[in-house]
């Protein structure tokens, strides 16, 4: 095996990808530009099998993701046999479709938090990136979940067309009730990767929400937690994606690929196995996919030698992959990478704007690009 | 937001404690978020509750462990605590 010897560190999180299916059409989904060639789903009985499993190596943290998990028929039974085995429960979700009585079955289930996304502050812009009408709803169904006292995190992606409305959007927030609110910079993979020139800020939007964001987090200390995910591009320095592939967390796929990272499904010759024919514990354990980034073998220069390679472990391979065609290079966002100008050039690139049209997450799209 | 000697300290609502058999340890579980505990912070965060003050839990754990001298070190952890919204008062 690829690593070190020593048996790898438990699964701590599950993330639970329940189906590729939703309403919404966001044009920086992470999902798999290809989604929609992947129709099989695992069935109710496949998912307990894998909570059962996963839970008893270890694995505490469980969100419910998708697409949109509230498709799924299922969601409460699972959350219920998930709730009785002792994780946390953390639903992700668009909350379109979502009502008052859903949120009351789920809270009956055991669910312990709902994560809700808004794309925007107002309500032509969050309908626009969403590619439908949802605004209004999801802003009542941000009140219920704090009505019925569930812990509430609000999740706004950020990009090139609302970063500027920063400061609205926490006003938002505050309105809400929301407990945590997460300002994610967009991550560019899978869709978001093919709408990057339309979604890139400027460097000056970014220094604008930053600031914006940093006065919201002093000002709301011990009321509202605010996390701003700085996006990596622009830091010269590499995350330590997935705190080491391999390591801590666990995605199922909703056909039931397994991956160390929700889009390792797109790296080649990784193998990734399927809980249908693999127990969680071999497919930690012993699977080609799960032992590929552990350790440091694998590693290349300039991380070989690099004195930060036990704190970032050379970055994130897919972004590796998709940027410069080899998962083993070093994340090119980090400065010491000798194809840093792949990212560099893009956010040069972003200074001018673009005028392609975005294209949205939907199955027409997905089977258009696949062909 | 520092500690009040003379208050009862609880975990905060939308926190959970919890034994983890397969890690052998306590953990901090809350919106997508795990903290793993030692058994130091796991033994105080145990006491974050019946209104429990700080001088409760430090004569509590003075006791438990037959020795003295602990509440330099479990003010730091709980002021840490409080900071992060792990526990209120």
């Known amino acids: 095996m690829a690593g070190s010897l020593n048996k790898p560190s438990p699964p701590r999180w599950l993330l639970a990808e329940l189906t590729y299916a939703c309403p919404l059409q966001c044009p920086y989904c992470s999902n798999p530009i290809d989604y929609a060639s992947i129709?099989?789903?695992?069935?109710?009985?496949?998912?307990?099998?894998?909570?059962?499993?996963?839970?008893?190596?270890?694995?505490?943290?469980?969100?419910?993701?998708?697409?949109?998990?509230?498709?799924?028929?299922?969601?409460?039974?699972?959350?219920?046999?998930?709730?009785?085995?002792?994780?946390?429960?953390?639903?992700?979700?668009?909350?379109?479709?979502?009502?008052?009585a859903k949120i009351l079955e789920l809270k009956e289930a055991g669910l312990d938090h709902i994560q809700v996304s808004l794309q925007a502050s107002s309500k032509e812009l969050s309908d626009f990136i969403a590619g439908t009408e949802s605004f209004e709803h999801k802003k009542n169904v941000a009140k219920l979940i704090k009505k019925h006292g569930y812990p509430m995190?609000?999740?706004?992606?950020?990009?090139?067309?609302?970063?500027?409305?920063?400061?609205?959007?926490?006003?938002?927030?505050?309105?809400?009730?929301?407990?945590?609110?997460?300002?994610?910079?967009?991550?560019?993979?899978?869709?978001?990767?093919?709408?990057?020139?339309?979604?890139?800020?400027?460097?000056?939007?970014?220094?604008?929400?930053?600031?914006?964001?940093?006065?919201?987090?002093?000002?709301?200390?011990?009321?509202?937690?605010?996390?701003?995910?700085?996006?990596?591009?622009?830091?010269?320095?590499?995350?330590?994606?997935?705190?080491?592939?391999?390591?801590?967390?666990?995605?199922?796929?909703?056909?039931?690929?397994?991956?160390?990272?929700?889009?390792a499904r797109q790296l080649p010759n990784f193998d990734c196995p399927n809980v249908n024919d693999f127990s969680i514990q071999d497919i930690w354990n012993e699977s080609k996919a799960f032992n590929y980034f552990r350790g440091d073998d694998w590693m290349k220069e300039p991380c070989r030698s690099c004195k930060d390679k036990d704190k970032d472990f050379g970055g994130c391979h897919c972004q590796a992959f998709l940027l410069t065609g080899d998962a083993h290079n070093t994340d090119p966002v980090c400065s010491l990478s000798p194809l840093h100008h792949t990212v560099s050039d893009a956010i040069t690139q972003a200074e001018q704007s673009s005028d392609q049209a975005f294209l949205f997450r939907n199955s027409k799209n997905s089977k258009l690009l696949n062909n | 937001m520092s500690l009040q000697s003379d208050k009862g300290i609880q975990l905060s609502p939308t926190y959970r404690l919890q034994w983890e058999e397969a890690q052998n340890m306590f953990v901090l579980l809350y919106p997508e978020g795990l903290v793993e505990l030692n058994q130091s912070s796991?033994?105080?965060?145990?006491?974050?509750?019946?209104?429990?003050?700080?001088?409760?839990?430090?004569?509590?754990?003075?006791?438990?462990?037959?020795?003295?001298?602990?509440?330099?070190?479990?003010?730091?952890?709980?002021?840490?605590?409080?900071?992060?919204?792990?526990?209120?008062?």
Request: glycine fraction near 6%; charge should be negative; charged fraction near 20%.
């Open chain 2, 42 to 89: 796991a033994e105080i965060l145990q006491l974050c509750k019946d209104d429990n003050t700080l001088s409760d839990i430090v004569s509590t754990l003075e006791q438990k462990f037959s020795s003295t001298g602990l509440e330099p070190d479990i003010i730091n952890f709980l002021n840490t605590a409080l900071d992060n919204g792990w526990i209120t008062q």
């Open chain 1, 153 to 263: 995190v609000l999740c706004v992606v950020l990009h090139r067309e609302n970063i500027h409305q920063m400061k609205d959007i926490l006003e938002m927030a505050i309105e809400l009730g929301a407990d945590f609110v997460e300002l994610a910079n967009t991550q560019y993979y899978g869709w978001a990767h093919h709408n990057r020139d339309q979604l890139m800020p400027t460097q000056q939007q970014l220094n604008n929400a930053e600031t914006i964001a940093n006065q919201y987090q002093a000002s709301q200390k011990g009321n509202m937690k605010i996390y701003y995910v700085v996006p990596d591009y622009y830091e010269g320095r590499p995350k330590a994606c997935m705190n080491g592939l391999g390591t801590t967390f666990l995605t199922i796929a909703p056909d039931g690929l397994a991956l160390p990272c929700h889009s």
């Open chain 1, 39 to 100: 129709n099989s789903e695992l069935s109710t009985d496949d998912w307990k099998r894998v909570l059962k499993q996963s839970r008893d190596m270890g694995a505490v943290q469980l969100g419910f993701s998708g697409g949109e998990p509230l498709v799924r028929k299922d969601l409460s039974e699972l959350i219920s046999y998930s709730h009785d085995l002792g994780y946390y429960t953390n639903l992700i979700t668009s909350g379109y479709n979502m009502d008052e």
